[in-house]
C-alpha cells in the first residue's frame, strides 16, 4: 500500500499537490483544472478552463451528463485546449447539461474539476447581435499578431498581416471596449503596440503595403508587382485609426500619446502624390521596384470611394475636393438598370458584389448626405435587397438560396477565392455579405443571421464567429476567417445598433471639412425608405409551383392604400405589372400568368405599397 501526504508548493499558482510515495518514489499527481464555466446560448454551450503554463498535461477530458448523476466521456481535447464547444441542437434548449473536466498526462488522471449545470435557451434579437459580435471580435484580439497586433489576414497566415483588416481589427476592438467585453486600457494597450509598430513598418510615401510580416514589419508582395504601397489599404488603416484617435479622447498621457501617434501616422501619408504626376485621378499602387506599373487607376463604382474622402481631408498632403468627380466618379459610374424592382443607381450589373457596400462606409455614415449623384445609404439598400432578390430567385438552382439565405461576396470557395454576385455565380454564401449589410436591411439580416446560426451553425459556427463561407451544392464549409470579411461583420451590426463607428469617424473635424469641399448635401431620402421587413406587407403565393394559367398572391398588409405589384422573369426582365388597393388585413389577388405557359423557369412578384416592398418568388412548371 503506497504511503501518501499533502503539501502546497508556493508560487504562481499555489497549487495542492497529492504526492504518493510508490517504492520509495514520488509520483505527483496531476493538476486540476481550475476555473472550469460555462456559457449557454440558443443552440450551442461553451465551455473554458485554466490550467498552469508550467504544469504537464497532454489532454483533457470532458464528461457530460443529462440528468446530473450518469456522466459518460463526453470529449477529449488537446492540451493545449482551453475551451470546447458543445453543439446541443434545437433538442437541447431548455435541458440542463451537466458537466466536468479532468487533467491528464503519461497515463495519470487529475481530480475532478467543480460540476457545472446549464441550459441553452431561445435568444432575442438582442443576445443573437451579442453572440456573434463578441464571438467575431475574437479574431483581431485572441488572433492577433502577437508582435504586431495588427491582424493576420486569415487564420493560416502566420506572420502575414493585412493593412486593410487591420484597420477593420480596430475598429471591431472600439466595439469590444463599447460594449464592456473588453476594457479601455487592455485595447490602448493593444493600440499603443500597434501605432508603434506602424511608425517603424515599411511604407512608401506615408502609405503601407496591402501585406507585411507582422514580426517584422517587412513588405510582403502581394502580387509581382504589388510589392509597395496600396493606397487603398492604407485608406481602410486610416479609417480605423481615426475612429480610435476620436475614441480614445482622455485626456491622459496614455490617450494623449495614442492620439500623437496616430496623428502622425495620418499626416504622413501622400495622398496627392499618389496623383501620379497631378493627374485628375488617384492610382491605387506604387513599387520602388516597379513604379507605376500596376497602373490602377481608382475609378468607382467600387469599394475605394473613401480613399477619395479621405484624400481630401488630409491635414498635410491633402487632394482637391473636385478629384473626387473627375476621378473616382468615371464615366461608368451610373447604372440605369432596375432589378427585381430595385434601382442599381451606380456600379456594374446587380451592383456588384456586397462588399462594395461595405467597406467604405464601415466609417463614413452614408444615411442623410448625397452627392451628384445620390444617397448612398438608399444605393446600397437596393444593392443588397437585389443581392438577396436573386438569391430568391436563384435562376442557377443553386443548393440553399432562399429568403433567409443569401448574400454573394468576395469569399473563400470550394476552389479558391472569388468576388462572387450575381454575374459571377458559383453557389457560394459568405455570411460577412448578409451580416454586414444589417444597417441597411436588418431585419432580412437577422433573418439570414438566424439561419446561419440555427439550420448551419454546426458546421458554419467556430472560434471566432461564422467561417467565411458555405456552398451547399458540393457540401462544403469553409474552415478558414478572413480579417476583412470577419470586421464588417462587428462594425456593421454596431452601426445598425448604435452608430458608434459612424458617428466616431464622421466626428473627426477633417471628415466634415472634406464632406464640405466635396460638395455632399443634406439628405434625408433614406429615412423615407424603410430598413424593416415589418409585418406592415408579407406577400406569399399558392399554388408554388404553378401549372395553370394564374396564381394566387396573398397580401397581408396593416395600411390603406394604392398597391403596385410587378412580375419579373430571373433576368431582372419586366413580365407583367397590375395595380390594385390593399385594404388592412389580408386580401388576395388573381394573377394572370397565361402568357408564361411556354416559358418555365423561376418568377418574381415584387409588391409595392408606400415605402414598403415585399419580393417572393415561383416556378413556373
Known amino acids: 500500500m503506497p504511503l501518501y501526504f499533502l503539501t502546497y508548493i508556493q508560487g504562481k499558482y499555489n497549487l495542492l499537490l497529492l504526492i504518493f510515495l510508490i517504492g520509495g518514489h514520488a509520483v505527483i499527481a496531476q493538476v486540476r483544472p481550475t476555473s472550469f464555466s460555462a456559457e449557454a446560448f440558443e443552440r450551442h454551450i461553451d465551455l473554458s478552463w485554466q490550467y498552469p503554463a508550467n504544469a504537464n498535461v497532454s489532454q483533457f477530458r470532458i464528461f457530460r451528463s443529462l440528468d446530473g448523476s450518469n456522466f459518460q466521456l463526453w470529449r477529449t481535447v488537446n492540451g493545449s485546449s482551453r475551451s470546447s464547444t458543445d453543439w446541443t441542437g434545437a433538442n437541447g434548449v431548455n435541458v440542463t447539461v451537466h458537466y466536468f473536466i479532468e487533467s491528464s498526462f503519461a497515463g495519470n488522471t487529475s481530480p475532478d474539476s467543480d460540476t457545472i449545470a446549464i441550459a441553452p435557451h431561445i435568444m432575442n434579437d438582442e443576445e443573437f447581435m451579442d453572440m456573434v459580435q463578441k464571438q467575431t471580435i475574437k479574431y483581431f484580439w485572441d488572433f492577433a499578431h502577437p508582435v504586431s497586433g495588427l491582424a493576420r489576414e486569415r487564420n493560416s497566415s502566420g506572420d502575414i498581416v493585412t493593412m486593410g483588416g487591420s484597420g477593420f481589427g480596430i475598429m471591431a476592438l472600439l466595439v469590444g471596449v463599447e460594449r464592456g467585453w473588453l476594457t479601455r486600457s487592455q485595447v490602448i494597450s493593444r493600440m499603443i503596440r500597434i501605432v508603434s509598430f506602424l511608425q517603424i513598418a515599411d511604407n512608401f510615401h506615408g502609405a503601407y503595403p496591402h501585406w507585411m510580416n507582422g514580426a517584422t514589419g517587412k513588405t510582403i508582395p502581394f502580387s509581382t508587382y504589388d510589392d509597395g504601397a496600396d493606397l487603398v489599404e492604407t485608406?481602410?488603416?486610416?479609417?480605423?485609426?481615426?475612429?480610435?484617435?476620436?475614441?480614445?479622447?482622455?485626456?491622459?498621457?496614455?490617450?494623449?500619446?495614442?492620439?500623437?501617434?496616430?496623428?502622425?501616422?495620418?499626416?504622413?501619408?501622400?495622398?496627392?502624390?499618389?496623383?501620379?504626376?497631378?493627374?485628375?485621378?488617384?492610382?491605387?499602387?506604387?513599387?520602388?521596384?516597379?513604379?507605376?506599373?500596376?497602373?490602377?487607376?481608382?475609378?468607382?463604382?467600387?469599394?475605394?470611394?473613401?480613399?477619395?474622402?479621405?484624400?481630401?481631408?488630409?491635414?498635410?498632403?491633402?487632394?482637391?475636393?473636385?478629384?473626387?468627380?473627375?476621378?473616382?466618379?468615371?464615366?461608368?459610374?451610373?447604372?440605369?438598370?432596375?432589378?427585381?424592382?430595385?434601382?442599381?443607381?451606380?456600379?456594374?450589373?446587380?451592383?456588384?458584389?456586397?462588399?462594395?457596400?461595405?467597406?467604405?462606409?464601415?466609417?463614413?455614415?452614408?444615411?442623410?448626405?448625397?452627392?451628384?449623384?445620390?444617397?448612398?445609404?438608399?444605393?446600397?439598400?437596393?444593392?443588397?435587397?437585389?443581392?438577396?432578390?436573386?438569391?430568391?430567385?436563384?435562376p442557377r438552382q443553386h443548393q440553399g438560396y432562399s429568403e433567409e439565405s443569401w448574400g454573394l461576396t468576395a469569399s473563400d470557395n470550394p476552389w479558391g477565392y472569388l468576388a462572387h454576385d450575381p454575374s459571377n455565380d458559383n453557389g457560394t454564401t459568405a455570411p460577412t455579405a448578409a451580416l454586414s449589410s444589417m444597417p441597411y436591411t436588418p431585419?432580412?439580416?437577422?433573418?439570414?443571421?438566424?439561419?446561419?446560426?440555427?439550420?448551419?451553425?454546426?458546421?458554419?459556427?467556430?472560434?471566432?464567429?461564422?467561417?467565411?463561407?458555405?456552398?451547399?451544392?458540393?457540401?462544403?464549409?469553409?474552415?478558414?476567417?478572413?480579417?476583412?470579411?470577419?470586421?464588417?461583420?462587428?462594425?456593421?451590426?454596431?452601426?445598425?445598433?448604435?452608430?458608434?463607428?459612424?458617428?466616431?469617424?464622421?466626428?473627426?473635424?477633417?471628415?466634415?471639412?472634406?464632406?464640405?469641399?466635396?460638395?455632399?448635401?443634406?439628405?434625408?431620402?433614406?429615412?423615407?425608405?424603410?430598413?424593416?421587413?415589418?409585418?406592415?406587407?408579407?406577400?406569399?403565393?399558392?399554388?408554388?409551383?404553378?401549372?395553370?394559367?394564374?396564381?394566387?398572391?396573398?397580401?397581408?398588409?396593416?395600411?390603406?392604400?394604392?398597391?403596385?405589384?410587378?412580375?419579373?422573369?430571373?433576368?431582372?426582365k419586366l413580365i407583367d405589372e397590375k395595380k390594385v388597393f390593399l385594404i388592412e388585413g389580408s386580401q388576395n389577388e388573381s394573377i394572370d400568368i397565361s402568357n408564361l405557359k411556354n416559358v418555365n423557369g423561376v418568377y418574381y412578384i415584387v409588391t409595392k405599397a408606400g415605402t414598403h416592398i415585399h419580393t417572393t418568388s415561383f416556378v413556373r412548371m
Open 235 to 394: 485608406a481602410f488603416l486610416m479609417q480605423g485609426l481615426i475612429a480610435a484617435r476620436q475614441y480614445f479622447d482622455q485626456d491622459t498621457p496614455t490617450e494623449k500619446a495614442l492620439r500623437d501617434i496616430i496623428q502622425q501616422l495620418w499626416e504622413d501619408v501622400e495622398w496627392d502624390w499618389f496623383r501620379r504626376n497631378n493627374s485628375n485621378v488617384l492610382y491605387w499602387h506604387w513599387s520602388p521596384n516597379h513604379d507605376w506599373r500596376m497602373n490602377f487607376q481608382l475609378r468607382g463604382f467600387n469599394e475605394t470611394m473613401i480613399t477619395y474622402i479621405l484624400g481630401v481631408a488630409s491635414p498635410t498632403h491633402n487632394i482637391p475636393g473636385s478629384l473626387y468627380y473627375t476621378g473616382w466618379v468615371g464615366p461608368n459610374y451610373r447604372n440605369n438598370a432596375i432589378h427585381f424592382g430595385y434601382p442599381v443607381i451606380c456600379g456594374p450589373a446587380f451592383g456588384g458584389p456586397l462588399f462594395f457596400s461595405h467597406y467604405s462606409y464601415l466609417g463614413f455614415d452614408p444615411r442623410f448626405l448625397k452627392d451628384n449623384i445620390c444617397n448612398y445609404f438608399v444605393r446600397n439598400r437596393n444593392h443588397t435587397l437585389i443581392n438577396r432578390a436573386y438569391c430568391i430567385a436563384n
Open 443 to 572: 431585419a432580412e439580416s437577422m433573418q439570414a443571421l438566424k439561419h446561419f446560426y440555427r439550420d448551419l451553425g454546426e458546421r458554419l459556427w467556430g472560434p471566432y464567429g461564422f467561417y467565411d463561407a458555405f456552398n451547399l451544392n458540393v457540401d462544403w464549409f469553409a474552415d478558414s476567417y478572413l480579417a476583412i470579411d470577419q470586421g464588417p461583420i462587428v462594425i456593421m451590426i454596431e452601426n445598425h445598433r448604435t452608430g458608434l463607428l459612424w458617428d466616431l469617424f464622421m466626428s473627426a473635424p477633417e471628415i466634415q471639412n472634406a464632406i464640405e469641399e466635396i460638395g455632399f448635401e443634406p439628405d434625408l431620402s433614406s429615412s423615407t425608405v424603410s430598413t424593416t421587413l415589418d409585418p406592415s406587407l408579407i406577400t406569399r403565393i399558392q399554388p408554388n409551383p404553378a401549372s395553370g394559367n394564374s396564381i394566387q398572391l396573398f397580401i397581408d398588409s396593416r395600411q390603406n392604400g394604392p398597391a403596385e405589384i410587378q412580375i419579373y422573369d430571373s433576368s431582372s
